[in-house]
């Protein structure tokens, strides 16, 4: 089936700092990637929706400029966590839309930043 | 705007019985989609189960089955013969058939435990 490749897995960072988060497609073409960020013990919130080839369409109240996404090809999107800072500690999961109505999540990015 | 609406945040279920997480959601569309999916304590979300809005027979999937009364806008989720392995978080998720760049709305979702 198809897979999605998200890492790092785990990462700490310092205040200030950039940090990127890579999903790649193994083995399907993934024209549409949405990222989402979730709290503990809390649903997944929708940040972006990027369409390979295009600007990303960001969420109400999701900052453009601190989360930067881009999906130049059809196997690879990234999330960059511009100058991050403490708050911006989460949960970062990405999910390619597979077909007419699957989704393939990414295992997820546990985000530290100190 | 769409909404998932879970109502139980937690429920608790003895192995080898029948639980059901509840979902309600609210649209003004005839046409879409309604997905459970399972996210254990690894936090890779999975699929458990889906269901088009235009078909009228409950999806199923194993010990895995769905009661989808469109006109009340309820999908609710059974789990039968419940093991140790269905410990997870379930999320009820909506997506309208088309446009909206396909997103999925979920609701915020159900901790299942399941006691041996």
């Known amino acids: 089936g198809a897979v999605v490749s998200q890492h790092p897995s785990r990462v700490i960072c310092k205040s200030g700092t950039s940090v990127k988060i890579e999903c790649r497609s193994l083995?399907?073409?993934?024209?549409?990637m949405f990222w989402y960020r979730q709290f503990p013990k809390k649903s997944l919130m929708l940040m972006a929706t990027?369409?390979?080839?295009?600007?990303?369409?960001?969420e109400q109240g999701v900052e453009k400029d601190k989360f930067l996404i881009n999906h130049a090809s059809l196997t690879l999107s990234t999330l960059t966590v511009t100058s991050a800072h403490p708050e911006d500690s989460s949960f970062y999961i990405c999910?390619?839309?597979?077909?007419?109505?699957?989704?393939?999540f990414g295992s997820g990015t546990r985000l530290t930043v100190v | 705007a769409q909404t998932v609406t879970q109502s139980q945040p937690e429920m608790s279920v003895q192995e080898a019985e029948t639980v059901t997480l509840s979902c309600t959601y609210d649209?003004?569309?005839?046409?879409?989609?309604l997905f459970w999916y399972k996210q254990p304590p690894s936090r890779q979300m999975i699929l458990v189960i889906r269901?088009?809005?235009?078909?009228?027979q409950n999806a199923t999937e194993n010990r895995f089955s769905v009661n989808f009364q469109k006109a009340a806008k309820s999908f609710s989720l059974k789990i039968s013969d419940s093991q140790l392995g269905d410990a997870a978080m379930y999320f009820c998720?909506?997506?309208?058939?088309?446009?909206?760049?396909?997103?999925?709305?979920f609701g915020k979702g159900t901790l299942l435990t399941v006691n041996p």
């Open positions: 998720a909506y997506r309208q058939s088309w446009g909206s760049n396909y997103k999925l709305t």
């Open positions: 999910s390619a839309r597979t077909g007419n109505y699957g989704y393939t």
């Open positions: 269901q088009e809005a235009y078909k009228q």
């Open positions: 083995d399907f073409q993934a024209t549409t």
């Open positions: 990027s369409n390979e080839g295009s600007k990303a369409t960001y």
């Open positions: 649209t003004s569309e005839s046409d879409y989609y």
